[in-house]
């Protein structure tokens, strides 16, 4: 009996076991965590993306709906799309909020076009923390006026998504 008694004590793990449980999670660690800081790496490139795709998507409805509403030439305040507040180009390609028609940008109105055309639940560019920075730059194709910058804030490595109000196109750089 008392041999019995002794047996039924012992119920917990041996060192050996403990030791072998911590090697497996260690090496299992090892291998998880630069998975994880690849997950983080390519849901900032997925944002950069589908901003840009959206941006593009926005332009190019701004303009189908210039069209759609018979206008040939520069316009103030796009009916039909968004709140009715696009201004747009020559071109039909959006400029402005505040009944400006150059395709020549300035910061504040990169900032409008960003507005306007993305709308709702659109990245911030402005307030404490923004998800993009506005800037411009001079127009690399050589059409006049400057193009828009938007440069990706949440990950520090300079991200772009530009936008050309000459021709509307969006390139979108990821670094």
């Known amino acids: 009996m008392k041999q019995a008694n002794r047996e039924e004590k012992q119920r917990g793990f041996t060192l050996i076991e403990l030791v072998v449980v911590i090697a497996i999670l260690a090496i299992l660690a090892a291998f998880a965590l630069p998975r994880f800081a690849q997950l983080s790496e390519q849901a900032h ?10 941006l593009a998507a926005g332009v190019a409805l701004t303009k189908t709906q210039w069209v759609s509403n018979g206008l040939t030439a520069a316009a103030d305040d796009v009916v039909g799309f968004g709140n009715d ?70 990950d520090d490595q300079g991200s772009t998504i530009v936008y050309d109000a000459d021709t509307g196109e969006i390139t979108s750089t990821i670094n």
């Not at 490139?45 to 959206?54: L, P, Q």
């Not at 560019?125 to 998800?131: E, L, Q, R």
């Open 45 to 54: 490139e997925s944002s950069i993306k589908a901003t840009a795709g959206a």
């Open 85 to 154: 507040d696009v201004d747009v180009s020559d071109d039909g390609w959006p400029t402005a909020t505040n009944d400006v028609n150059s395709a020549n940008m300035t910061e504040a109105r990169c900032r409008q076009v960003w507005e306007g055309v993305l709308q709702s639940n659109a990245p911030t560019i402005s307030g404490a923390t923004p998800d993009y920075a506005v800037t411009i730059q001079g127009d690399v194709d050589g059409d006049p006026g400057d193009d828009c910058v938007f440069t990706y804030q949440l």
